[in-house]
């Protein structure tokens, strides 16, 4: 992925540099869209000189565009004068730009026809401007806005240093659409194959010539991923060939990052007393490590196989470390799911006075951060909770404020 990657920013560079050309239009995925962007960006703060200025709206309809453009760039024209000195700022954007009664196709010229007054072309000034809409809603419609910008048959002054970069649809075919007749069109499919970074991680494995840290970390990520199909026997010589060198090297957290993967492969295939003995292994690195994330996974895993053995009171205290954890992570969604494991395994010990507590926590969590899949279940167990305790004059009211 990593060199389609840097193919992408080798042809945009291109592009820039050259002179026939006006309009580069990348045909790509929706998926695809933000790499593009990403590009885009990179190259402008690779760029001393060339004005770049990027829109990442969905494309609706050729006015709904136009606007949200505008007040894109509105924006970050008010911010840049915001903070530069009176002789640096820049000057207002037109009101052909901004008036909404105009013809969306004459507002967005406008907008270019900005962008070119704020470059000087006499010394190799370009000025960019790419629109990487995330989705096209009517690409007919966007393709006939496009073509608007192109040269009939004349340049336009704005044309004169500017560049414009625009993702369209992966179906895109210039022959058969609006741009077909302009000469100054190229086009430059950009597409991430589904097999793109695995691919990667085996060219950087099996190459020689790559530091063996990196050889390395490529085998642990590719031992993941065959873990995820289902290939185990490979998985496992991953693992064991980079734990070898990991813990020879003594960084600890990738130590436990792939004794939790061997932990995965045997709960894969049912043998939890192999799985628990690893997981119990991989606590040693991770806490030595000192990352709350790793330390979090290895006690979840846990907590998981004790609960699933029916071993209800250690299952209890894992998933109270836990709650710990994710408390100091500050992660909302896996504090509410924590919580609700918790109260799952006091229920099992007939705690029905602690399930409570930490089903209504998760409850307000997930009340709070409108966390809408989880919430119902949660409210279930409480429910459940409190006709366990006796508690039917509390159950009512708790039924009626959560209904409301």
């Known amino acids: 992925m990593r060199k389609l990657f840097e193919q992408l920013l080798a042809t945009i560079r291109e592009f820039v540099k050259q002179r026939d050309d006006l309009l580069l239009v990348v045909p790509c995925e929706d998926t695809d869209v933000p790499l593009l962007m990403k590009a885009l960006r990179d190259l402008d703060r690779e760029s001393g000189t060339d004005l770049f200025l990027l829109f990442a709206e969905d494309f609706d309809a050729p006015a709904s565009f136009v606007d949200s453009l505008a007040l894109q760039l509105g924006e970050e024209h008010r911010l840049t004068n915001e903070s530069a000195p009176d002789d ?3 000057p207002p954007l037109p009101d052909a730009f ?14 270019l026809e900005y962008g070119h007054g704020l470059i000087d072309v006499r010394v190799g000034q370009h000025y960019v401007w790419g629109m990487g809409p995330g989705g096209i809603t009517n690409a007919a ?3 006939k806005l496009l073509a608007t910008l192109l040269p009939d048959p004349d340049i336009r002054p704005w044309m004169r240093g500017g560049r414009i970069v625009a993702r369209v649809p992966a179906s895109f075919h210039l022959e058969t659409s609006p741009l077909a007749r302009s000469p100054r069109v190229r086009v430059r499919p950009f597409a991430i194959p589904p097999d793109a970074h695995e691919s990667e991680l ?10 063996i840290g990196d050889r390395m970390q490529a085998e642990v990520q590719l031992g993941y991923l065959d873990l995820a199909y289902g290939r185990m026997s490979k998985a496992i010589g991953r693992f064991l060939k980079s734990l070898a060198f990991f813990q ?5 957290s990738m130590e436990a990052l792939i004794i939790c993967g061997l932990g995965d ?14 997981y119990r292994c991989a606590l040693v690195p991770a806490g030595k490590d000192g990352s709350p994330m790793l330390q979090a996974t290895v006690v ?8 699933q053995q029916q071993r209800f009171g250690e299952a209890e205290e894992h998933y ?29 010990l007939q705690a029905y006075d602690r399930a409570v507590d930490s089903w209504y926590e998760s409850a307000l969590i997930c009340k709070v951060f409108d966390m809408k899949e989880r919430l119902p279940r949660v409210l279930d167990h409480l429910r459940r909770g409190y006709h366990a305790l006796g508690m039917h004059q509390e159950l009512a009211q708790f039924s009626a404020e959560w209904s409301a």
Not at 99 to 110: E, G, K, M, V, Y
Not at 320 to 344: H, P, Y
């Open 202 to 211: 085996q060219a950087t494995a099996g190459d020689p010539k790559a530091p």
């Open 248 to 252: 020879w090297a003594e960084i600890a």
């Open 300 to 307: 979840q895993h846990l907590a998981a196989i004790a609960f």
């Open 88 to 90: 640096a700022k820049l």
């Open 98 to 111: 901004t008036d909404r009664t105009r013809p969306p196709a004459a507002r967005l010229q406008a907008g």
């Open 141 to 143: 419609s966007y393709l």
């Open 320 to 348: 109270s470390e836990l709650v710990a954890f994710k408390r100091a992570m500050i992660e909302e969604n896996g504090l509410a799911e924590a919580l609700e494991w918790q109260g799952l395994s006091q229920e099992r």
């Open 265 to 278: 492969i045997a709960r894969r295939e049912g043998n939890l007393k192999e799985a628990l003995h690893w």
